[in-house]
């Protein structure tokens, strides 16, 4: 472009902008984001990839290579953005990005005007708490910070604030916004015609203290942390921490400072002498996805997790998207990929499976059950440790020996007629009359044996799994020395060719493997079985199937004994099985003694020679077989019963376990597979200041008290920002996630710092900072909008009304169930599982499961309570905008379509309360249009119009005539596991339903305003 036409422009632009030069420009506000969105990709502050040196970010940069603050329209800058040459203008037109409006370069020309200057990020800035602005001076004015500093804004925007609520509004506000619940129509009244001067604060007081105010703040809360009862990944099992739900509801109920409620979720096992209740906290750690997929590479899942737990920290706390920090530098904001993996070294301590199901590790008794455990533990105790006579236990040993010297061996090795195997091995037949396995050796296999028999009785079958040289380590199998028998089945089969299965009673072996008892081949899970620990003990291993009846033969005949070796662990196969029959009416183990083989060998030591654990032996079996302390045993059964009931019901919890810290590396485009980049110790983000480090390495619970620290000033604003959008509707800043450069600027920065700073002197007092925000005007104002004003301020950022909009998915079912008189108003306890449509879970695997829906007053749970399935979240929450929680929400989404109110017509859960909504209405009154004003009180808290009366009657003669003319009309009301209503006509109930669903399906009931 000449220079004449670049002057030209110049002084268009000059014009254009005097509008603007009344207000100073501000570079966070202002400028920064004309930058951030159209030069920062090539002149910010990542310079990985980029081919000029020319950096925007910084001021001295700028002034050096693009900015000329003597002679402001001799800048480069402006000059790019201004030329028409395609090769010259910024930003480049390959780059896809809009040229700058005449209103930015206007910006752009004033700012450089102005001197240039560049200001600190206002959410990096340090925190002070400004001066509240001077009174308005107007009669009545409110004297409240909140008010002033609001009310100053308006008056710079040509506005003002709008009336208060009426009373009947604001105690549906506060009720909403407080504790998720519709006040009563009591409550109403009785706050409507209250004319203490302290009505509001009283109020306010009251819904703080309920015990709905904690449930209300844990439903924000659990989205923050991404909790859920699910793990997410893959076959999205359940999984143990509902408890970490109910100390978010305690912390809340009892106002725990947000520095230690901070504190506790990340480093609560790490605090010195950690309660029960801090170390729950900690289980903050355990809540991210983890998967339990066979085929999934434990390196990846670590970095994969340690990355979650860097996002969530710095999404709950920071507001700051580090997320893009995994595979490089931010582009926007001042943070580096060595920030990134210094904040995911802070969790290398915790202890947990990469891939595989993540067990609880803290127990949670209640004090009655911890009672009785105890009182278990020490009867058991004292029964296992009563003193054993010495008399009496060479007595007993005495009698085995008599009783094993004098008995014969009762079984009856049988030589095979037949031996087959599916796998093709070569199945020889021994002298002793086993059989030796050779040639192919199969990851499977199953063997097929008949034994030949002459006429007899048989009572059961011994198999044994013999060493052998030629096997690997010369002990059971060919494949590491060990066998998996996974299933064994008998038949008979007469000379006649008819065969008859062998029912078989019972399976005892004289060792088994842990979690591999013989007891399992008698089942058809592959998965479970008898196994030999032949990979570490050279040892023949023998078990015993007794049969559930006598197998009678009156002429010869055979078994056919199966053997199946159908394991995951590959050729897992007996190598030398050799089998018995025999007659004997208890067959046993050993030959005349039905004693474990171990103490068996003990019988053989003389008393004077037992060593003292030979002794303690002998003792631990006296125990256990004595017939004198049978009895004993008895009690001993009776309380380790009672001990396993009373443990399986107790509660259990995922919770933070410390390790030894593994090493953490940056990871080269967050290529998990490349172990290149640097060890890094644990550190803050260095453009947020450091942590000082006294001793040793920086810990989690280091990271959570600088968190907390007065002068970080992210953490505060953050929360007190998100708080504001709980009263609300919107931020303050209206980005709840991103406080970074691409995040919008607040519309009152110094509200916004008033409160963080007020907040932090309070000490970090949750109750204090929502009482300060519900007491003022601001908040009580009404959410009427004029016509005007809605058009000046759509979005209502100037604060001149109250917000409106519809409840989260918890609230409306909530609501439902209370204005109705079904909720169950109980607070914490285990996940509930309200209706749900058949088939809904039919897609979730490894293991197929199917919703159970509960029954009693579980049903009638506040929505807080529903079991929370990640990949399949109940379609009512779903409906209304719940999030999977699969990460960090810091704001739901509210949408407005039709399958909502479908939810609301037709869901169980709201059918029901329909039902029995509609028979209470029934019963309000004796006229039918006192009984509508009884339900609008109720549902609605206020009187109907003539309007609704006259539709609503209408309805209600409709009903009646369908009801009549059609009696399956009234099975519609019988749906839900409540009662139905004594006295209640069905086709009055029926017609009465149809009014609930009508109300409860209104867009005022479901709206906070």
Same mark, same amino acid.
Request: hydrophobic letters at 40%; glycine letters at 6%; aromatic letters at 8%.
């Given at each position: ?666 990871? /080269?485009?967050?290529? =998990? %597979?490349?172990?290149? !980049?640097?060890?890094?110790?644990? *550190?803050?983000?260095? +453009?947020?200041? @450091? #942590? ?101 301020? /759509?979005?209502?950022? =100037? %604060?001149?009304?109250? !917000?409106?909009?519809?409840?989260? *998915?918890?609230?409306? +079912?909530?609501? @439902? #169930? ?116 009884? *339900? ?74």
């Amino acid at each position: 472009m000449h220079r004449y036409g670049l002057l030209l422009l110049w002084m268009t632009i000059s014009t254009a902008g005097t509008a603007l030069a009344a207000e100073p420009v501000l570079y966070g506000r202002d400028i920064r984001p004309i930058l951030s969105d159209r030069c920062f990709a090539c002149h910010g502050p990542d310079r990985e990839g980029q081919e000029n040196d020319l950096r925007l970010d910084t001021r001295d940069a700028a002034i050096q290579g693009a900015i000329d603050v003597d002679q402001p329209a001799s800048s480069e800058l402006l000059a790019r953005v201004l030329t028409d040459d395609p090769d010259l203008i910024m930003p480049p037109l390959q780059a896809g990005k809009p040229p700058l409006t005449p209103a930015e370069i206007a910006l752009l020309k004033q700012w450089i005007e102005e001197g240039a200057t560049y200001t600190e990020h206002w959410a990096y800035a340090p925190l002070q708490r400004p001066d509240v602005p001077a009174s308005d001076q107007t009669a009545n004015a409110s004297e409240h910070p909140i008010d002033r500093f609001v009310r100053a804004t308006l008056r710079r925007q040509g506005m003002s604030p709008n009336e208060p609520a009426d009373r009947r509004t604001l105690i549906r506000r506060l009720s909403f916004d407080l504790t998720g619940l519709p006040p009563t129509p009591a409550e109403v009244d009785t706050f409507v015609h209250d004319a203490n001067p302290a009505a509001v604060e009283k109020l306010i007081d009251r819904l703080l203290a309920s015990p709905h105010y904690g449930e209300r703040m844990a439903v924000y809360w659990l989205d923050l942390v991404r909790y859920a009862d699910t793990g997410g990944y893959h076959s999205d099992n359940a999984r143990e921490v509902d408890a970490f739900r109910d100390y978010v509801i305690d912390a809340f109920n009892a106002n725990l400072p947000f520095d230690q409620f901070t504190i506790e979720q990340l480093a609560g096992d790490l605090l010195p002498d950690a309660t029960l209740q801090q170390k729950v906290a900690s289980g903050y750690n355990r809540l991210l996805q983890t998967t339990e997929e066979g085929g999934a590479q434990p390196k990846e899942y670590t970095a994969i997790y340690q990355a979650d737990r860097v996002r969530n920290v710095c999404d709950v706390w920071l507001a700051t998207t580090m997320a893009c920090c995994q595979c490089h530098d931010h582009k926007y904001d001042p943070f580096t990929m060595r920030d990134f993996y210094s904040l995911g070294a802070f969790f290398a301590d915790l202890s947990e499976r990469p891939v595989g199901r993540q067990v609880p590790n803290l127990r949670l008794p209640t004090p009655e059950q911890a009672t009785e455990l105890a009182m278990l533990g020490e009867e058991l105790q004292q029964l296992k440790s009563q003193p054993i006579e010495p008399e009496d236990l060479n007595t007993w040993v005495g009698s085995l020996i008599a009783r094993r010297d004098a008995a014969t061996d009762a079984w009856q090795v049988v030589t095979p007629s037949t031996a087959e195997s599916t796998g093709k091995q070569q199945l020889t037949a021994q002298p002793d009359g086993s059989l030796l396995a050779s040639g192919p050796n199969p990851d499977k296999d199953v063997y097929t044996i008949s034994l030949p028999l002459s006429a007899g009785e048989f009572t059961g079958l011994r198999l044994e799994a013999l060493t052998d040289d030629s096997l690997t380590r010369k002990s059971l199998s060919r494949a590491n020395g060990n066998f998996v028998l996974t299933g064994l089945s008998v038949a008979l089969v007469k000379a006649a060719g008819t065969e008859t299965p062998v029912a078989i009673a019972s399976a005892i072996a004289d060792y088994e493997q842990p979690s591999w008892p013989v007891k399992g081949v008698l089942d058809t899970d592959p998965n479970t079985g008898w196994a030999g620990n032949g990979h570490q003990e050279t040892k023949s291993r023998t078990a015993v199937f007794r049969f559930a009846e006598p197998v009678k033969l009156e002429e010869a005949g055979q078994l056919l004994v199966v053997l199946r070796h159908e394991s995951g662990h590959a050729q897992h196969n007996i190598g030398r099985p050799r089998l018995s029959v025999t007659s004997q009416p208890e067959p046993s183990i050993l030959p005349g003694l039905d004693v474990p083989a171990e103490l068996a060998g003990l019988l053989d030591v003389a008393e004077g020679e037992r060593t003292a654990e030979q002794q303690r032996q002998l003792v631990k079996w006296y125990r256990e077989l004595a017939p004198a302390l049978a009895d004993v045993r008895q009690q001993i059964v009776v309380r380790e019963q009672r001990q396993k009931q009373v443990n399986e019901n107790v509660r259990t919890m995922l919770v933070a376990e410390t390790v030894a810290p593994r090493d953490v590396r940056i990871l /080269p485009r967050g290529n =998990w %597979l490349d172990d290149s !980049g640097a060890i890094v110790s644990p *550190a803050v983000p260095e +453009r947020l200041g @450091a #942590l000082e480090q006294d001793q040793g390495r920086l810990t989690r619970l280091d990271l959570a008290r600088w968190l907390v620290r007065p002068d970080q000033p992210l953490t505060a604003r953050v929360f007190v920002n998100r708080m504001w959008t709980l009263m609300f509707g919107r931020g303050l800043a209206r980005s709840l996630e991103d406080f970074g450069h691409q995040g919008e600027w607040p519309t009152h920065p110094e509200l916004l710092d008033w409160l963080a700073a007020d907040f932090i002197e309070s000490g970090w007092d949750v109750k204090h900072l929502l009482r300060t925000i519900a007491l003022s005007e601001t908040y009580q104002q009404s959410s009427q909008v004029s016509a005007e004003v809605r058009q000046s301020d /759509p979005y209502n950022r =100037w %604060l001149a009304r109250q !917000g409106r909009f519809r409840l989260d *998915a918890e609230f409306v +079912r909530d609501q @439902a #169930l209370a204005v109705s008189g079904l909720l169950v108003d109980e607070v914490g306890g285990p996940p509930v599982k309200p209706y749900q449509p058949a088939g809904y879970w039919q897609h979730l695997n490894f293991p197929q499961r199917e919703w159970q829906s509960d029954s009693g007053t579980a049903q009638y749970r506040r929505g807080l309570y529903t079991f929370w399935c990640r990949s399949f979240l109940h379609p009512s929450l779903l409906a209304f905008d719940a999030p999977s929680r699969e990460e960090c929400v810091a704001q739901r989404p509210r949408s407005n379509t039709p399958m909502q109110a479908l939810v609301l017509l037709n869901d169980p859960t709201y059918m029901e309360a329909a039902r029995v909504l509609g028979a209470r209405i029934a019963q309000s009154a004796d006229s039918d249009t006192a009984r509508l004003q009884w *339900a609008f009180q109720q549902v609605l808290q206020r009187e109907a119009n003539s309007a609704e009366l006259e539709l609503l009657l209408r309805v209600l003669a409709q009903q009646r005539t369908e009801a009549a003319a059609n009696p399956t009309v009234a099975e519609l009301v019988q749906t839900g596991l409540a009662p139905p209503t004594a006295g209640v006509d069905p086709g009055e109930l029926s017609a009465w339903t149809a009014i609930a669903r009508t109300l409860l399906n209104l867009h005022e009931t479901i709206t906070r305003e």
